[in-house]
């Protein structure tokens, strides 16, 4: 053993296994919540850190870590990290990207699809019993085939998301902080927008940006005014990214036709007021949800941790 090491929720058992042929490893089976003061008070002698997004890593818990060497957070985003506090501290930070692409644009396009065709709001009205037969001009959702498809964030996911689009004939923009070499445009079958025009043209806008403090709200009031009238605005990105109130007040108002959100400001205690808005499809942050991409995400946070902590060159850093 090279060290100690906490894993700060439940994981695989296979992923706690491997850890502890490196390390003394104090784990978490019952999944319990740790507040800051427990988790520092179990980070006070451990040199690794096995954190999920969950997990606020900050200034004040760095300080209170004196022996903390690396830390393997087990998502692609790490907005819950003070990354320089780590930096000023020699603390290797590294994120698992790569690995739940596809499975992340796959739920993208299950919230898409199951919000352009009512699909959550119809299986509610069929479960309360008030379905009395079927009606011609009933139920009426949105064409997915052959509209436009904006994205924003043209990372991996969301070219994954593109070339998904292409199955659906859509039409798809995009818009990065960078514009992508024109190779990789072709293989998306995208074209490169400005932020207004694409929000103006697109009948589905995709978030697939990190969060970042130039993110916060990029979302917001004016931008979804900006959107066509009938719009359907997706985001598996993350929570702050997209204002909620003026989601909700969009939706609420009819200038946008519905949303499918997998992340929200301050989950997961979401605005309440999403909860009485039926043409919002809803789901608990599992865009990477499947037991083989958790797997994978998992053991190669694990392997961040040994490499970090054995050689100093992991295979992720951030």
């Known amino acids: 053993m090279t060290g100690r090491v906490l894993v700060t929720r439940r994981v695989f058992p296979e992923v706690t296994e491997l850890l502890r042929c490196h390390f003394e490893v ?8 740790l507040d800051a003061e427990g988790l520092a008070a179990r980070l006070a002698d451990k040199e690794g850190l096995f954190s999920m997004a969950t997990d606020r890593i900050d200034a004040a818990l760095i300080r209170r870590a004196p022996r903390l060497r690396a830390v393997a957070n087990c998502a692609v985003g790490y907005n819950n990290i003070d990354v320089p506090a780590c930096r000023a501290r020699g603390i290797i930070v590294t994120n698992t990207p790569g690995v739940l692409d596809d499975t992340t644009a796959d739920h ?43 994205i924003v964030g043209m990372g991996r996911i969301g070219q994954a998301l593109a070339r998904r689009a292409a199955g659906f004939s859509m039409r798809v923009s995009y818009h990065n902080r960078n514009r992508l070499p024109e190779a990789v445009e072709t293989a998306c079958s ?42 359907i605005l997706v985001n598996i990105a993350r929570g702050g990214v997209v204002d909620d109130r003026a989601l909700i007040e ?18 997961p205690k979401l605005d309440a007021d999403f909860l009485r808005l039926p043409s919002a499809v809803l789901t608990p942050h599992i865009g990477s949800a499947t037991r083989a991409t958790r797997m994978k995400m998992a053991m190669l946070a694990a392997e961040n941790l040994i490499a970090a902590l054995s050689t100093g060159a992991p295979p992720n850093p951030v």
């Open 190 to 231: 995208a074209r490169y927008a400005g932020q207004d025009e694409l929000l103006r043209e697109s009948d589905f806008v995709v978030l697939t940006v990190p969060y970042t403090p130039e993110t916060h709200h990029l979302i917001g009031a004016k931008e979804l005014a900006q959107m066509k009238p009938g719009a």
């Open 26 to 33: 104090e784990d978490n089976p019952e999944d319990r919540i």
């Open 250 to 267: 969009a939706l609420r108002s009819g200038r946008i036709a519905a949303a499918g959100l997998d992340v929200f400001e301050h989950e």
């Open 108 to 150: 993208a396009f299950a919230l898409l699809l199951a919000a352009a065709r009512r699909v959550a709001e119809s299986d509610r009205w069929v479960r309360e019993g008030r379905w009395k037969g079927w009606v011609f001009d009933d139920w009426l959702g949105a064409d997915v085939h052959g509209a436009r498809l904006g």
